[in-house]
């Protein structure tokens, strides 16, 4: 690999580290530039899975302080996760991508509503409890089935085609929850790294021969150092600044999907 190669994947693995630790989507960064680079697709979205779960691993440990108190609730997010990115690996070694890739750009416009109308949302869901003599922190068993659904429908997402996963969680935990931006970004980034390790093990087991393992431990180096660096910078964003940059990335996320 020439040097200048090699360089600009570790660029590339820095930057996506960073903004799945702060937004999700950090795969709309290397996906395009191995592709760039003469990768084949397939290899470039292996290589790509795996590398990656370095920064999601940094990222995911950057945001420690602000899982506290969520286990309650992630104790059944986890689960779902798993099984959502099991039959998203499944559905990716059966489907043609091409079925599921027409489904992405809707979807990321569905989430970016969310992400938009999540603070009015939340509104909504205080002032109906504090009208119903609840508190409104609380989370009926109606919307924590909601948020396990959607959870694992991410999570299957994320199996399949891992771009903007980041997005989608933080929309549907807005949607339901009565959390800070800051707190959901923190559960998002421990969900997200589960979806990409199942995804990572599923194409390693079944396509090792596949994955270019030296441009994925380029990736990995780059996005190790980009999650603690987004995730340490990323929490001092105000949560109107937070899901500003959710919009903005997922907005040119959403411009790079439907034009390639």
């Known amino acids: ?24 989507s950090g795969t709309l960064i290397t996906f395009p530039t191995l592709v760039a680079l003469g990768y084949p697709p397939v290899t470039s979205t292996m290589s790509n899975a795996v590398g990656l779960v370095a920064g999601s691993v940094s990222g995911t440990w950057g945001y420690r302080r602000e899982l506290a108190g969520q286990w309650d609730r992630l104790r059944w997010q986890v689960p779902a996760s798993l099984i959502g990115a099991g039959l998203g690996a499944y559905l990716l070694l059966h489907l043609p991508e091409k079925v599921f890739g027409e489904m992405v750009p809707v979807l990321l416009i569905a989430a970016l509503l969310l992400v938009v109308m999540g603070p009015r949302i ?52 807005g949607a339901l929850l009565p959390e800070s931006v800051q707190r959901m970004n923190a559960a998002k980034n421990l969900l997200a790294l589960l979806v990409n390790v199942v995804a990572a093990l599923a194409y390693t087991i079944v396509a090792f021969d596949r994955i270019s393992w030296p441009a994925a431990g380029l990736i990995a180096a780059g996005s190790l150092i980009g999650g603690w660096l987004g995730a340490h910078y990323g929490r001092r964003l105000s949560p109107n600044a937070l899901r500003a940059a959710i919009v903005v990335v997922g907005l040119i996320g959403l411009y790079r999907l439907v034009t390639v």
């Open 122 to 173: 939340q509104a909504w869901a205080r002032r109906r409890a504090e009208s119903e003599g609840r508190s409104a922190s609380h989370v009926s068993s109606r919307r924590m089935a909601a948020l396990v659904i959607g959870t694992f429908a991410v999570g299957a997402y994320g199996g399949y085609f891992t771009a903007a996963q980041g997005i989608m969680l933080i929309a549907v935990m």
């Open 1 to 24: 690999m020439p040097l200048s190669d090699a360089i600009l994947i570790i660029v590339a693995g820095l930057g996506a580290g960073a903004i799945n630790a702060v937004v999700g």
